[in-house]
C-alpha cells in the first residue's frame, strides 16, 4: 500500500473557509456567498474538478512528450452536474490551439479516459473514516 496523496483542511473563522496544505502548498477553500460562504476559495467540488483537470493535462503532455509529438497549448474544463433524480457526472472538454489529426483526436480521447484520475472517479474509492 502506498499513499499517492494527501492534504489536510484546518478551520478559519469565517463560516465553510478552510486552509488546505498539501506538502508545502496551500489553498483556501469556502462555498460561494449563495450558501453563506465568502467565495474567497475553491469549494469541494472544485477541488474534485481541478483534480480531474489537472490529471488530464499532465497525462495528455506527458503522453506527447514519450512519444515525440507536440500537442502545443490547450485548455481543460470540467464541470460538476447533478439532478434532482440524484444523478451525477462530470463534463469534461479540452480545446487545442492547434488543430488535431483525426488520428491524434481519438488518440486524445481515448488517453483522457485512462487518466489516473478518470480511472479513480469512475470505479469510485472506499473512504474509511477516523477520529483521532
Known amino acids: 500500500m502506498a499513499i499517492i496523496a494527501n492534504a489536510s483542511v484546518k478551520t478559519l473563522p469565517e463560516p465553510w473557509s478552510g486552509d488546505v496544505t498539501s506538502g508545502t502548498h496551500r489553498l483556501i477553500t469556502d462555498k ?7 467565495d474567497k476559495g475553491l ?3 472544485d477541488f474534485i474538478c481541478s483534480g480531474l483537470i489537472s490529471c488530464t493535462m499532465i497525462t495528455l503532455r506527458m503522453y506527447a512528450q514519450h512519444k515525440g509529438f507536440e500537442l502545443g497549448e490547450f ?9 434532482k433524480e440524484g444523478q451525477e457526472w462530470i463534463e469534461r472538454r479540452l480545446a487545442f490551439m492547434n488543430p488535431l489529426s483525426d488520428e491524434l ?3 486524445v480521447l481515448d488517453i483522457c479516459q ?4 478518470t480511472k479513480t472517479l469512475l470505479r469510485s ?4 473514516t477516523s477520529l483521532l
Open 32 to 38: 460561494s456567498e449563495s450558501f453563506g460562504g465568502q
Open 43 to 45: 469549494a469541494p467540488y
Open 75 to 83: 485548455t481543460v474544463e470540467a464541470d460538476f452536474n447533478a439532478n
Open 105 to 107: 483526436h481519438q488518440k
Open 114 to 117: 485512462k487518466t489516473p484520475v
Open 125 to 128: 474509492v472506499e473512504i474509511k
